[in-house]
């Protein structure tokens, strides 16, 4: 092991700057250097930022926010309404970097992802924070917080490719909260991730701007980017966002060839009217092809919609109906274990491929990327 090697981070990132050094190590900016005139542990240099005159910033990352007195600018000194990106004497940090609240192994299936290495174990990352305020976030205690609300502890990229490689992992996911506001912890792990064969994937609100979100889809094999209503006013009442916005982003990551999926929460009284469901199915099959799976998702009362019922399965399986008629060629139920919604059958001949019971893969009869019985097509990333 070389001296450089055996120095802690800290120490390695002191030595540097001692001696003047333009870049500490390969991926990490020379920002970093700047612990030493007061920049926290923890803290990098964001991207996708412009500085104003009069030590402001301006933050594109992330589309415009209804809540925000000036779209997308901070005063020096202000925190930005995701909770982890700063403006600190003009320049923009973002805080999380490294910065884990939870790392653990799932099966790939809890992205939802059903059309991605069935019963693949994946390692799941999430930092703290999210750019949109969910009223039903079922992880609100790590996404509704900001590094110092929450327990974190160090998680680089680099350990987290190890741990992921020990653990026999096939790929990486970031998840929980919104990826989306780590952009730069996330594109660094994943770039070493893809250096040792395994594969990204990214659950998502799908909050961001279309410069951002192609350069992410470089380095991610697979979106399941999350729906959780409708309308624009559902949107901007009860997630501070926009439906437009994660519209876009979907038809974003079709056109860069990323495999996509959608889950859809199916909310009693806010988003389960049926003729929305239809709307909503018409404008997938329309914008993004008919192979696109998506998968209804039941509502547990949760966070700041406890007062409303969990959602009956029969609503579920009606929004499926409506789905299939619409010509959507894969439609799942989420969230009711054991429902034959949670399998994966051809819609060529119509038998059974995949069989689940939960997230658990308890058979799978595809082989390669074909119907062993009918030899029809199935799409998705199998290998």
């Not at 542990?41 to 926010?65: D, T």
């Not at 009362?301 to 009956?312: G, I």
């Not at 009606?318 to 051809?346: E, F, M, S, W």
């Amino acid at each position: 092991m070389s001296d450089q090697d055996s120095l802690t981070r800290r120490e390695f990132l002191a030595r540097a700057c001692a001696a003047g050094a333009g870049l500490c190590f390969a991926g990490i900016p020379a920002v970093e250097c700047l612990a030493s005139a007061g920049v926290p542990s923890g803290w990098r240099e964001a991207r996708y930022y412009k500085r104003l005159p009069g030590g402001k910033v301006h933050c594109f990352l992330c589309p415009c926010n209804p809540f925000m007195k000036v779209c997308g600018v901070l005063d020096d000194g202000e925190t930005c309404y995701c909770r982890v990106r700063t403006n600190r004497d003009g320049r923009f940090y973002v805080t999380n970097y490294g910065r884990a609240c939870a790392v653990h192994s799932d099966p790939v299936e809890k992205g939802p992802l059903y059309h991605v290495m069935p019963g693949a174990k994946v390692l799941a990352v999430a930092a703290p924070g999210c750019n949109l305020a969910c009223k039903c976030c079922q992880n609100w205690e790590m996404s509704q917080a900001g590094v110092e609300d929450t327990h974190t502890f160090d998680a680089p990229p680099r350990e987290l490719v190890r741990r992921a490689t020990e653990a026999g992992c096939r790929g990486m996911a970031f998840t929980y909260t919104e990826p989306v506001i780590y952009f730069e912890y996330l594109v660094d792990t994943a770039q070493l991730a893809r250096k040792q064969g395994l594969r990204n994937f990214v659950s998502t609100g799908g909050y961001i701007t279309t410069e951002p979100l192609v350069e992410l889809c470089k380095y991610v094999d697979a979106f399941s980017v999350s729906v959780k209503g409708f309308t624009e006013g559902f949107y901007l009442d009860y997630c501070r966002g926009s439906l437009k916005v994660v519209q876009d982003a979907l038809k974003t990551i079709r056109a860069q060839g990323v495999w996509l999926e959608i889950p859809v929460l199916i909310i009693p009284t806010l988003s389960d009217d049926m003729a929305q469901v239809a709307w909503f199915c018409s404008w997938v099959k329309k914008n993004l092809g008919a192979d696109v799976p998506i998968h209804f998702i039941r509502f547990t009362p949760m966070y700041l919609l406890r007062n409303l019922p969990t959602t009956p399965v029969s609503v579920l399986e009606q929004a499926r109906k409506i789905a299939l008629k619409a010509g959507l060629r894969y439609a799942y139920i989420g969230n009711v274990p054991g429902h034959d919604a949670n399998n994966t059958d051809c819609p060529s001949c119509g038998r059974l491929l995949i069989q689940r019971i939960g997230l658990k893969v308890l058979r799978n009869r595809l082989a390669s990327t074909t119907c062993p019985d009918c030899g029809y097509r199935i799409p998705g990333l199998w290998a």
